[in-house]
């Protein structure tokens, strides 16, 4: 065991040695973790159509505020177990029935072995359990406050069973073991042992698995029994520690919908500082399989089967999810890593966020160069021959670097959605370049550092007032970023170019603001001289050189709760019209014969659509009988929450056997 501790030590200083960044100059470093820290909440048995304002508001609005999947999906119909099998071990194992633990010990690779070899950490909160641990029997059988062992995967695997230091793993979730009948009004100390873990980063575990007795879970109970127990819990989850300091996400979904399996979708949503906000998306199918591909991925976990490994991943719903890019600046033969400018402090100021940031020690010049400042004005290789002054030290900063932990790490990154400080011009003046870039006399001009700072609107909502010291979190959120002199002077970046114009950002900008947005790409460099400084963050971190910038695309937030109405002539017929919007299932209408609507025009309302950004299609579709008269929808409206209209077309068009009504819009 010391043999193989001392070889791990060594084999990275090896390594770091022979991969100098001049022979990897535009391999693309991989992602960031788009979380640390995710909680999994559990609910039963409820289609997310039954989630509404009415029947569970607290949770509607939830879905509404955060990101939620409007088309996920799951894996059997065949009872809850199959379902929190597949989803923690990347298959339903054959299992058919709800039976307890001792009727299905499972001897398969699951979650848990994958956490634990990459030496990340877990744990799994039972509300109701009758007893402190599985180990002793208390967890295999049902018991407690309704607690469902068949709710309780860990309890099928026998590698968790049969290992006493993983059975303490799976816990009472609280104080209380929650409700004790269908009740919206929730006793005290509901999740009070996990709400506690969650006040440190030293009791909190990477992944965290939390199940509702149940009651709360609402499979016993109506919608709003559930939505109660969120709201008592959610809210003290997001502002925790963990979920206000760290990367962290919290994920509700349900086991199932109403035993039809499928293509019922089920409620499933992403909350926390690591998801969108005001995001819906039914574009792609997930299901339990795609959150085990999204843990994996995440973590670079090897996948449980084919089931899990051929999923899509749900990275759509996470805040630092973009798409790659590649360099604005025609100079920079690099690939950037979008990232959040916490990713780079790692929520940490002054040397604590050197040693522990995952892109430390930034660029540095290699080997050094007699009298340079640093990597931070070394111009990149160039676009063409000749581009680098005369003298100038190849190979230039490279797109990675190996840091300060022997992992490969990004360090050209591109940084999206932030707001700005005001611009500092003509600081650090020259008429030379530095020796790293030949030493030569710079072209005639005046040539300048132009300076400022960016900040991330989601953890710094007032610049003017953050950052006050070192200790202040919304430090992390803020990074200082330069114009150098030597890339304006090469005409690298300047007046002379659109994508890295230093005028033209000074003239766009607006101070403080949180919606005039910008987004940035640029060499990550530590300049260690101002770290007591407010006006640079308390710590050294600094994109030099900015080598582009944009405008950030602004799009208008979803604006629930959206409304159909419309009139429909001789709707008479049971579930005789059905409507889908974006291929799910919106209503099926009239719900009951209605012989009264014969040769008639009737007014409709479908309530809270599942409405996405983008294109939205909406058809109506008429049953395989009554073919005999052709009917007819007119008036059809779409309002927003407002409420706005933001579709509309009067037209009677015809609705038959053999002819549907589409509709497009878009949001």
């Known amino acids: ?99 307890n633990p001792g009727s299905h010990p499972l001897s398969v690779t699951n979650i848990v072995d994958r956490l634990e070899g990459a030496g990340l950490t877990w744990k799994a909160y039972m509300e109701g359990m009758p007893s402190t641990n599985i180990c002793n029997g208390g967890g295999s059988t049902d018991g407690g406050t309704n607690y469902i062992a ?38 005290s100390g509901l999740a009070r042992t996990l709400l506690s873990d969650l006040g440190s980063t030293s009791t909190a575990s990477n992944f965290i698995w939390l199940q509702p ?11 709003n029994v559930g939505s109660a127990y969120l709201q008592a819990i959610v809210p003290s989850i997001l502002s925790s520690t963990v979920f206000t300091t760290q990367k962290a996400v919290l994920l509700i979904t349900y086991d199932e919908g109403h035993d039809t399996c499928c293509p019922d979708p089920i409620y499933t949503v992403f909350a926390g500082p690591q998801a969108k906000t005001s995001y819906s998306s039914g574009a792609n199918t997930y299901n339990h399989y795609s959150i085990l591909k999204t843990i994996e991925t995440n973590w670079g976990l090897a996948s449980l089967t084919s089931n899990d490994g ?39 100021t002054g040397t604590r966020s050197y040693n522990n940031s995952r892109y430390s020690p930034g660029i540095t010049e290699n080997p050094p160069v007699p009298s340079s400042e640093g990597a931070k004005r070394w111009l990149s290789a160039g676009a063409v021959p000749g581009a680098t002054p005369p003298g100038w030290v190849s190979p230039g900063p490279s797109c990675v670097i190996n840091n300060l932990h022997g992992q490969m790490a990004a360090s050209f990154v591109e940084i999206d959605g932030v707001g700005t400080s005001g611009m500092t011009y003509e600081t650090d003046c020259s008429t030379a370049y530095d020796s790293a870039n030949g030493g030569g006399a710079q072209p005639a001009g005046h040539w300048c550092d132009d300076t400022f700072n960016i900040f991330d609107p989601s953890l710094v909502s007032n610049y003017g007032t953050s950052c006050t010291s070192a200790t202040d979190p919304t430090c992390y959120g803020r990074m200082h970023l330069e114009f150098d ?50 006006w640079h963050s308390f710590s050294g971190w600094e994109l030099h050189a900015l080598t582009g910038w944009k405008s950030h695309p602004v799009t208008a937030p979803l604006n629930p ?5 419309f009139q429909g002539y001789d709707y008479d017929g049971a579930y005789e019209e059905t409507l889908t919007l974006n291929n799910q299932l919106l209503a099926q209408l009239p719900t009951v014969d209605s012989p009264q609507n014969a040769g008639i025009y009737v007014s409709f309302t479908v309530n809270n659509l599942p409405v996405v950004k983008g294109t939205n ?28 209209v933001i579709f509309s077309d009067p037209t009677a068009r015809p609705l038959s056997c053999t002819q549907s009504i589409t509709y497009t819009f878009t949001v």
Request: glycine content about 6%.
């Open 1 to 99: 065991m010391k043999l193989f501790r001392i070889l791990t030590l060594v084999i990275p200083i090896i390594l770091s040695s022979l991969l100098v960044p001049s022979m990897i100059p535009r391999v693309q470093a991989a992602p960031p973790h788009e979380f640390d820290y995710m909680i999994w909440i559990m609910m039963e048995n409820h289609d997310l159509a039954d989630i509404s304002s009415s029947s569970a508001p607290y949770q509607y609005n939830l879905a509404n505020s955060w990101a939620q999947s409007t088309n996920f999906q799951y894996e059997s119909n065949a009872g809850s177990l199959p379902n929190y099998i597949a989803a923690t071990s990347g298959s339903t194992q054959g299992i058919i029935d709800d039976g």
């Open 150 to 187: 068949h709710h309780d995967a860990f309890a099928y695997y026998t590698d968790i069973t049969g290992n006493s230091a993983r059975c303490a793993k799976v816990v009472q979730a609280g104080t209380s073991g929650g409700a004790s009948s269908c009740t919206t009004s929730m006793p």
């Open 213 to 223: 007795n149940n009651y709360d879970n609402s499979h016993d109970c109506s919608p």
């Open 310 to 348: 051929g999923a899509s991943g749900m990275t759509e719903f996470f805040a630092s999810s973009a798409p790659v890019s590649g360099s604005w600046n025609p100079n920079v033969a690099c690939t950037p890593q979008t990232v959040r400018i916490s990713d780079i402090t790692n929520n940490m």
């Open 485 to 534: 002199q030597d890339w304006m002077a090469a005409g690298y970046c300047g007046p002379s170019t659109s994508y890295c114009n230093n005028n033209t950002l000074a003239q766009t900008i607006n101070p403080g603001s949180s919606t005039t947005l910008f987004d940035f790409q640029g060499f990550i460099f530590w300049d260690p001289d101002h770290l007591t400084a407010n």
């Open 561 to 565: 709760p959206y409304k159909l109405t």
């Open 617 to 644: 299609t909406l058809v109506f579709t008429h049953a395989s009988w009554d073919c005999g008269v052709t009917d007819t929808t007119k008036n059809v409206q779409i309002t927003d929450g407002a409420p706005t």
